[in-house]
């Protein structure tokens, strides 16, 4: 099983920017289709972004493609969220996720992972 602890959240105006840390810890990190997830108040959970076990490649949601970017180190066992020209909208707290098995598509397809981090607060103001 794998332990996964995130860092990083905050309160930021809109257009600010802010990085997520995720440390994973517990098992060997390479083996394991990372991802972040976010739910709103008042909302349902969504998958925010994903990544393959080498890094090579990633799935984002429409609604931050070319604000958010995400990465991973696998010598740190670290996976990160770059946000970039917050929104409001972007405000929620944000969930690192783990899966063993499938690829990072399949994350994204069905919107849950095996492993939860316990989640951090992103805050933005307008």
């Not at 905050?10 to 990372?34: E, H, I, K, N, P």
Request: proline letters at 2%.
């Amino acid at each position: 099983q794998v332990q996964l602890v995130e860092s990083g959240g905050g309160l930021v105006q809109a257009g600010g920017s802010l990085r997520l840390s995720c440390v994973a810890s517990g098992r060997t990190f390479s083996d394991y289709v990372m991802g972040w997830f976010r739910q709103a108040p008042g909302k349902e959970r969504e998958i925010v972004a994903a990544i393959s076990r080498t890094g090579g490649s990633t799935y984002y949601v429409d609604s931050v493609k070319g604000r958010f970017t995400i990465s991973r180190d696998n010598a740190k066992n670290t996976v990160y969220l770059q946000m970039n020209s917050l929104k409001p909208e972007d405000t929620a707290v944000y969930y690192c996720a783990a899966d063993r098995f499938g690829s990072h598509q399949a994350m994204a397809v069905r919107r849950s992972a095996d492993y939860w981090g316990k989640g951090s607060l992103v805050t933005v103001s307008s």
